[in-house]
């Protein structure tokens, strides 16, 4: 969603998941000045970055060189979320907004290699099917355990 913020204004942006996921991002960007970020869980608790603090799951970031905000929850319970932007320190004329969510679906896929082994730094092909309400801008991940127990997250290149 994108949008313009004026000084001491609050939005409300409602974004309702239809499952519960392993995890849900909301991320504020814009060019300066200062926006604020919330967010009302489906239960009512509000999170922001300073309830969230010692908060098991719940990480909120601000980069001040690209005024990103984010605000992670993992798990995200299905129902209905509230964003809510405040225009904190804004010029007169507003500021313009940008923000996304993403969610992140775990799908576990058991991968048949083509060859009985492959060897280090080898590409191994595979395919993956993403489930149909992922959205077309989906980003999938990997997350290999080897034969020694060591975990490693590799984000998937989409060759079409």
Same mark, same amino acid.
């Given at each position: 969603?994108?949008?313009?913020?004026?000084p001491q204004?609050? +939005?409300?942006?409602?974004?309702?998941?239809?499952?519960?996921r392993p *995890?849900?991002?909301?991320?504020?960007?814009?060019?300066?000045?200062?926006?604020? $970020?919330?967010?009302?869980?489906?239960?009512?608790? +509000?999170?922001?970055?300073?309830?969230?603090?010692?908060?098991?799951?719940v990480d909120?970031?601000?980069?001040?060189?690209?005024?990103?905000?984010?605000?992670?929850?993992?798990?995200?319970?299905?129902?209905?979320?509230?964003?809510?932007?405040?225009?904190?320190?804004? *010029?007169?004329?507003? *500021?313009?907004?940008?923000?996304?969510?993403?969610?992140? $679906?775990?799908?576990?896929?058991?991968?048949?290699?083509? *060859?009985? +082994?492959?060897?280090?730094?080898?590409?191994?092909?595979?395919?993956?099917?993403?489930?149909?309400?992922?959205?077309?801008?989906? +980003?999938?991940?990997?997350?290999?355990?080897?034969?020694?127990?060591?975990?490693?997250?590799?984000?998937?290149?989409?060759?079409?």
């Amino acid at each position: 969603m994108k949008g313009i913020l004026f000084p001491q204004e609050s +939005r409300d942006i409602s974004i309702t998941l239809d499952a519960p996921r392993p *995890e849900m991002t909301f991320t504020l960007n814009w060019p300066g000045s200062d926006i604020g $970020l919330a967010v009302v869980r489906p239960d009512g608790r +509000r999170l922001d970055p300073s309830t969230a603090r010692g908060i098991s799951g719940v990480d909120f970031t601000y980069d001040a060189t690209t005024h990103t905000r984010t605000a992670r929850v993992a798990p995200a319970p299905a129902g209905r979320w509230t964003v809510t932007l405040t225009g904190t320190d804004v *010029e007169p004329t507003g *500021e313009f907004f940008t923000l996304t969510a993403t969610q992140a $679906l775990d799908s576990p896929v058991h991968i048949v290699p083509f *060859e009985p +082994r492959y060897g280090v730094a080898q590409p191994v092909p595979l395919a993956v099917t993403v489930p149909r309400d992922a959205g077309a801008d989906c +980003r999938v991940t990997a997350r290999v355990t080897d034969a020694s127990g060591r975990r490693e997250s590799i984000p998937l290149a989409d060759n079409g």
